[in-house]
């Protein structure tokens, strides 16, 4: 235990002593959640629309000031003489609504009129959530005007749970505080143990009698304490910047942070270990750390919606497990009922990357 004790306190003075690694470490991950938690949203604001109205009548300006009082649409001035289409080909307008004559006197008569709404789907993300926002629009304006003649058979009352004002941040805040411990602590654990065998330091280890299980040991554990040291910094915005809380029993969430630190740890030394060059472990942490975990943990979009050929892949991916974790703790406060499972299966990665790690350096020494 005091070799693993030693080895541990020689890493830290390592990158304790270099402020640039240290930096990288606990200040990019900051910077990298304040960014993308803020940029990334799933909401659609001030979205630019043109207005043809060729009736021109009470009805269809109150129809037009439905959609100019809303927060996701804004009316821009554009010809009368011009086709919608040109609006939305110059990039003047993303949608256009088109009112038709005699509108006024079909709603009077209590009869169908067809309101057309043309939007550009070039972008399909936006194009589909602009026309669920139009549908909303016109359904609320629809039950304004006729619902006191007709009123619908059905009414439904939607309360939303965990994050009723559909905050972004709430949703990708999580998910990019576990992006930022995916990446950073295994990148400094490769780029810490694969310098050993790159510049051959290694062969002090080698002809010493310290096990590899004591070696291995003593560089994770120190690269732990950097994880864990960026997951309260990290939490600590959350609770702030965000306006994140804790809900529920916080132990699933605690024990889950510890086997993740432990697991990344592991990811970065036995890649460290398994490719002796630094330049091409740093491209692993990259593929591993942040390309699966960014498009195949559930981070951006659900596991569901990822196409059923890649999918199977999520089940691997380890930041998968612990993104919904932290979602829990911090939105739905399920606790143990809800991510036992997950939490036991972050602890058996961990153990698979430490025991590939041993298999490696297995040989060092004859006491192994």
Same mark, same amino acid.
């Given at each position: 235990?005091? $070799?693993?004790?030693?080895?541990? $306190?020689?890493?830290?003075?390592?990158?304790?002593?270099?402020?640039? !690694?240290?930096?990288?470490?606990?200040?990019?991950?900051?910077?990298?959640?304040?960014?993308?938690?803020?940029?990334?949203?799933?909401?659609?604001?001030?979205?630019?629309?043109?207005?043809?109205?060729?009736?021109?009548?009470?009805?269809? $300006?109150?129809?037009?000031?439905?959609?100019?009082?809303?927060?996701?649409?804004?009316?821009?001035?554009?010809?009368?003489?011009?086709?919608?289409?040109?609006?939305? &080909?110059?990039?003047?307008? +993303? %949608?256009?609504?088109?009112?038709?004559? +005699?509108?006024?006197?079909?709603? %009077?008569?209590?009869?169908?009129?067809?309101?057309?709404?043309?939007?550009?789907?070039?972008? #399909?993300?936006?194009?589909?959530?602009?026309?669920?926002?139009?549908?909303?629009?016109?359904?609320?304006?629809?039950?304004?005007?006729? /619902?006191?003649?007709?009123?619908?058979?059905?009414? !439904?009352?939607?309360?939303?749970?965990?994050?009723?004002?559909?905050?972004?941040?709430?949703?990708?805040?999580?998910?990019?505080?576990?992006? /930022?411990?995916?990446?950073?602590?295994?990148?400094?654990? %490769?780029?810490?143990?694969?310098?050993?065998?790159?510049?051959?330091?290694?062969?002090?280890?080698?002809?010493?009698?310290?096990?590899?299980?004591?070696?291995?040991?003593?560089?994770?554990?120190?690269?732990?304490?950097?994880?864990?040291?960026?997951?309260?910094?990290?939490?600590?915005?959350?609770?702030?910047?965000?306006?994140?809380?804790?809900?529920?029993?916080? !132990?699933?969430?605690?024990?889950?942070?510890?086997?993740?630190?432990?697991?990344? #740890?592991?990811? /970065?030394?036995?890649?460290?270990?398994?490719?002796?060059? =630094?330049?091409?472990?740093? =491209?692993?942490?990259?593929? /591993?750390?942040?390309?699966?975990?960014?498009?195949?943990?559930?981070?951006?979009?659900?596991?569901?919606?990822?196409?059923?050929?890649? &999918?199977?892949?999520? +089940?691997?991916?380890?930041?998968?497990?612990?993104?919904?974790?932290?979602?829990?703790?911090?939105?739905?406060?399920?606790?143990?009922?809800? !991510?036992?499972?997950?939490?036991?299966?972050?602890?058996?990665?961990?153990?698979?990357?430490?025991?590939?790690?041993?298999?490696?350096?297995? +040989?060092?020494?004859?006491?192994?």
């Amino acid at each position: 235990m005091r $070799r693993i004790i030693a080895q541990t $306190r020689k890493e830290l003075i390592q990158i304790v002593r270099d402020w640039r !690694t240290l930096a990288l470490a606990l200040v990019l991950p900051l910077i990298l959640l304040i960014l993308n938690g803020s940029a990334i949203s799933l909401t659609v604001s001030d979205l630019p629309i043109v207005v043809c109205d060729y009736d021109d009548s009470p009805a269809s $300006r109150e129809l037009i000031d439905a959609f100019r009082a809303s927060l996701t649409f804004y009316i821009v001035p554009f010809p009368t003489d011009k086709q919608p289409e040109e609006a939305l &080909r110059s990039n003047t307008a +993303h %949608a256009a609504l088109i009112i038709p004559v +005699h509108y006024g006197r079909d709603v %009077a008569r209590g009869e169908n009129s067809e309101v057309q709404i043309q939007v550009d789907a070039s972008d #399909a993300n936006t194009a589909r959530l602009a026309v669920g926002y139009a549908s909303q629009i016109t359904q609320a304006y629809n039950q304004r005007v006729a /619902g006191a003649t007709r009123p619908e058979p059905v009414q !439904t009352a939607i309360r939303l749970w965990f994050n009723p004002g559909r905050s972004s941040k709430k949703f990708y805040g999580p998910g990019i505080f576990v992006l /930022g411990i995916s990446m950073f602590p295994p990148l400094l654990a %490769a780029l810490a143990m694969a310098k050993e065998g790159e510049q051959k330091t290694i062969l002090q280890v080698y002809v010493s009698n310290v096990p590899a299980h004591e070696f291995l040991l003593g560089k994770i554990f120190a690269f732990v304490l950097v994880a864990l040291a960026e997951c309260v910094l990290g939490l600590a915005l959350l609770l702030t910047y965000f306006e994140l809380s804790l809900v529920g029993d916080p !132990t699933p969430f605690i024990v889950a942070t510890v086997l993740y630190a432990f697991c990344v #740890a592991s990811f /970065g030394t036995m890649l460290g270990a398994v490719i002796p060059n =630094q330049a091409a472990a740093m =491209q692993a942490v990259a593929l /591993g750390g942040f390309l699966l975990v960014f498009l195949l943990s559930g981070l951006l979009f659900p596991v569901e919606n990822i196409p059923v050929g890649l &999918r199977w892949l999520s +089940h691997f991916v380890w930041g998968r497990y612990y993104i919904e974790i932290v979602r829990d703790a911090l939105l739905q406060g399920g606790g143990w009922p809800a !991510t036992w499972y997950k939490v036991l299966i972050i602890g058996l990665i961990g153990a698979a990357f430490y025991t590939l790690a041993w298999r490696s350096l297995r +040989h060092m020494t004859l006491k192994v």
